[in-house]
């Protein structure tokens, strides 16, 4: 009689758990599509800069599907694509990348693709880190690597600052930034705990991700404490001030490690700056 009630306890506590991990899974596809306008109360006459930025993709583990990922943003307006970082962690997955840029592509953004690496990418041996540079680029992304581009909207000149990834200590701000011009300063970088060392470098707004909104929250993501001071100071997602600039931490499209999320959404971001005619500190 024992040996029955342990077993039918067993099998509640599996089919629970089963329900569980269904239930985490399922999330992974429940994507929020977030719209962050930035300082709303200038003047309509400044022009915009709407910026569709993924991160995170992680592609080993990812359920939203290329062709999901166009219905969803097709009817969009996008002037730029931001892409933060974290593509994937293992070679065999780079030809997995192409149908999702070949998507990116279709979105027709009009000044371009933008991408930084994030530290997964870096787990790949340093051939493959290229053969992922080289298929970004095939597919007319610009990958920043400690340096800067600049584009034009409306004549109004826009830096886009590639900052390399902090956590791996491949950051060089005075490298990214040297050369720049005047006008507005928008910053693509991986992981976000860079903003704490960048009080004497202006930017407008700086995007980026790393965290994943914690994946796994229970209600907080303590498992994150380890991966810098602001996690620390449980700031990982969503949009927050630093010395007075604005930056973003993106939620993430993928996964790591498992393909699930607790008290965390897989995130699509599109953003709207005004672009600032006033000249800017470096």
């Given at each position: 009689m024992e040996f029955l009630l342990l077993a039918v306890l067993i099998l509640?506590?599996?089919?629970?758990?089963?329900?569980?991990?269904?239930?985490?899974?399922?999330?992974?596809?429940?994507?929020?599509?977030?719209?962050?306008?930035?300082?709303?109360?200038?003047v309509p006459q400044h022009p915009k800069l709407k910026i569709l930025q993924l991160s995170d993709l992680h592609l080993e583990n990812i359920s939203i599907s290329p062709t999901d990922l166009y219905e969803m943003l097709k009817d969009e307006p996008i002037d730029l694509i931001a892409l933060t970082g974290d593509f994937l962690d293992r070679k065999r997955t780079i030809p997995k990348?192409?149908?999702?840029?070949?998507?990116?592509?279709?979105?027709?953004?009009?000044?371009?693709?933008?991408?930084?690496?994030?530290?997964?990418?870096?787990?790949?041996?340093?051939?493959?880190?290229?053969?992922?540079?080289?298929?970004?680029?095939?597919?007319?992304?610009?990958?920043?690597?400690?340096?800067?581009?600049?584009?034009?909207?409306n004549g109004k000149p826009v830096n886009i600052i590639g900052i390399d990834d902090f956590k791996t200590k491949r950051s060089d701000i005075n490298a990214s930034y040297k050369g720049i011009v005047s006008g507005t300063k928008l910053v693509l970088t991986h992981d976000p705990n860079i903003v704490l060392h960048m009080k004497n470098y202006h930017f407008d707004y700086l995007l980026s991700g790393h965290f994943h909104g914690g994946q796994i929250c229970y209600p907080k993501a303590y498992h994150l404490v380890k991966m810098g001071k602001l996690a620390r100071m449980n700031i990982t997602k969503g949009l927050h001030l630093q010395d007075g600039k604005p930056y973003y931490i993106n939620e993430g499209l993928g996964q790591t490690g498992v393909n699930i999320r607790v008290g965390s959404r897989p995130e699509i971001t599109l953003h709207e700056l005004p672009l600032r005619p006033k000249k800017a500190a470096i």
């Open positions: 509640f506590l599996v089919y629970i758990l089963n329900n569980l991990f269904k239930k985490a899974h399922d999330n992974t596809k429940d994507v929020v599509i977030n719209k962050i306008k930035l300082n709303e109360k200038l990348l192409a149908p999702y840029l070949e998507t990116l592509n279709k979105l027709n953004p009009k000044h371009g693709i933008y991408a930084v690496l994030g530290n997964h990418d870096y787990f790949l041996r340093p051939k493959y880190q290229q053969k992922l540079i080289e298929i970004l680029e095939q597919y007319n992304c610009k990958v920043l690597i400690n340096q800067h581009d600049v584009i034009y909207v």
